[in-house]
C-alpha cells in the first residue's frame, strides 16, 4: 500500500511528527480523542488577557523548537520573557528569599545555613557510587540534606510535580550522573563543563524564556492548519489490529466505530493509553509502559486589579516539602509577561505526587486553599476579581528507577517490527522542547525507514 502514516494522540509530540513527516511528502492522518488539539497545550481567555493552560513558558533549549518555529512562520510573533523574570523565588521558615543567579553567589545567599554550604564542598571527595539511584539518595549523598530539601525538592516540585525520592537520577537530572561518572565529582564536571563553554563557539540558541500573545497554543494553532484536512478531531482510537501488509486503526467518532488503514502507525498518546491499546500487540511492552506512574496538578488562575495588587517582580516562587505547605509554588504570569496583561495575573500549582489527594477537593475549597497559601505569601489583603481552575489528573510523568528499563522494551519492539513508532513526554525529557525534539526523531527515523524500502 501507499506510505500512509497513522498518527495517534494530537499533542505538541503527535503534531509534530505528523507535521514533519507531511513536510517530506507522506500522506498522514492523526486522530486526536479530545475535541481540540494541543494535549496539556491549551489556552484560555479569562479577564482581558489569555491564560496558558499547562506550559507557561517555553525555553529556548535546542535546535527542534526555533527551527519547527521558523518553519511555522512564527518566529516574529515570539513574545520574550521580560529580563526581570530572570529572578526565581523559594520559600524558607515562610520568607520568599531570592534564589542566586550565579553558583558562586550561593555562598553568600540565606537559603542554605553555612554548615549546609561548607557540606556541599565535600562533593570533591565523595567517590561515586551505583549506577543509578534516586535522586533524593544521589543529593543528600554527595551535597547533604539542605540542597536536597531547599534547592532540588522545590525544583523538582516547579517541573515534574514529583519528589526527588521517586525519581531516577540517571533518566531526570542525566547530567550531575555524568559529572560524577565522567569526573569523580558533580562540582568538578560543572566547573569543567563552564570553562570549555567560555572557548567553545556559541550555542545557536539562548536559553532564553518565551511564548506567543496567544500563548504557546500559537503554535498548536498553527500545526493544526498546516495539517488541516489531515487532522480527526473527536477521534479516540480504540484498537490497531495488524494485517499482513498494514495496521488498521479502529477509533470512535460521534458514537461510531470507524477505521483506517495505514502502513505506520505512530502512538503518540500518553503512556497508559498507549499501553492499553499495544496490549494485544506487545504485551510485555504494554506492561512496561503501565508501569509509568503520573502526577496529578491542578492549576488555579488568580486575576487582581493592577491598581490594587501590582505584579511582583520575578518569575514566582516554589515551595519546598519541608515547609508544610498546601501549594507546590505560583507563577507571576503578569510579570513575566507583562504586555500582555493589563492585569495581575497568578497561577498557583497544587497536588503533584507531594500531595495528590488535594485533587479530590472540590473546585470551591481548592481555591480557597490556593488562596490562603497565596495571600500569606505575597502579603496580599484584596479579593480576586477573575479565577479559573484546569485540573490534570495525569499532568506529568514520572521518571523512576525502572524508566530506562522502559524505554529500552519500546526500543526494541521498534527495532523489532520497523512500522510501530512511539514518542511523547513520557520518552527522552517532559518539556515542550525536548517533546518537539524527540517527535522530530521520530520522523526522521521513519523517513530513514520508508525511504529504505523503496
Ligand atoms: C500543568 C503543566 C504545566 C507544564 N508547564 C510546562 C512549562 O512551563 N514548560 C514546558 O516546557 N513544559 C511544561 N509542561 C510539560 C508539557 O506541556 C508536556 O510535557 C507536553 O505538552 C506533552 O506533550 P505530549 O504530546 O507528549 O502529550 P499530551 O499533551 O498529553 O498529548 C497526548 C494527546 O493524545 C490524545 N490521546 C490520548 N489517548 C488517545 C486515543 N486513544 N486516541 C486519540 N488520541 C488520544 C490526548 O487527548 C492528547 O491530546 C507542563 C505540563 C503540565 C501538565
Known sequence: MAKKIAVIGGGIAGLVAAFRLKQHGFAVTLLEAAEALGGKIQTRHLAQGCLDVGPNTVLESNEAIMRLISDLGLRK???????????????????????????????????????????????????????????????????????????????????????????????????????????????????????????????????KMFSFSGGFYDVVQALGQALHDDV??????????????????????????????????????????????????????????????????AQLFFVYDKLRVPSPKGFGFLVPEAENRDILGAVFNSSIFPTRYEDTVFTVFVGGSRQPELLKLSDDDLRSLALIELNATLNLHDAPTAFAIERWTQAIPQYGLAHQKILDAVAALEMETEDLFFCGNWRGGISVPDTIAQADDTAQKIIAALDHRD
Not at 111 to 125: H, P, T
Open 77 to 207: 510573533k515570539i513574545l520574550w520573557a521580560d529580563d526581570s523574570s530572570a529572578s526565581r523565588f523559594i520559600l524558607k521558615d515562610g520568607n520568599l528569599v531570592e534564589l542566586p543567579a550565579k553558583p558562586q553567589q550561593m555562598l553568600l545567599s540565606p537559603i542554605l545555613s553555612l554548615s549546609a554550604k561548607l557540606r556541599v564542598f565535600l562533593d570533591f571527595f565523595i567517590p561515586p557510587a551505583a549506577p543509578d539511584e534516586t535522586v533524593a539518595a544521589f543529593i543528600e549523598r554527595r551535597f547533604g540534606r539542605e540542597p536536597l530539601e531547599y534547592l532540588v525538592n522545590p525544583f523538582l516540585a516547579g517541573t515534574y510535580a514529583a519528589r526527588p525520592d521517586d525519581l531516577s537520577v540517571s533518566a531526570t537530572l542525566k547530567q550531575l550522573k555524568t559529572f560524577e561518572r565522567e569526573h569523580g565529582s558533580v562540582l568538578k564536571g560543572a566547573f569543567k563543563q563552564m570553562k570549555a563553554a567560555k572557548t567553545e563557539p556559541k550555542k545557536k540558541f539562548s536559553r
Open 232 to 297: 480527526l478531531l473527536s477521534a479516540e482510537v480504540v484498537r490497531v489490529i495488524r494485517h499482513p501488509r498494514s495496521w488498521e486503526v479502529c477509533y470512535v467518532q460521534a458514537g461510531k466505530e470507524k477505521s483506517l488503514r495505514a502502513s505506520v502507525v505512530i502512538f503518540a498518546a500518553p503512556a497508559p493509553e498507549i499501553s492499553r491499546l499495544v496490549k494485544p500487540l506487545a504485551p510485555d511492552v504494554s506492561k512496561a509502559l503501565a508501569e509509568i506512574p503520573y502526577s496529578p496538578v
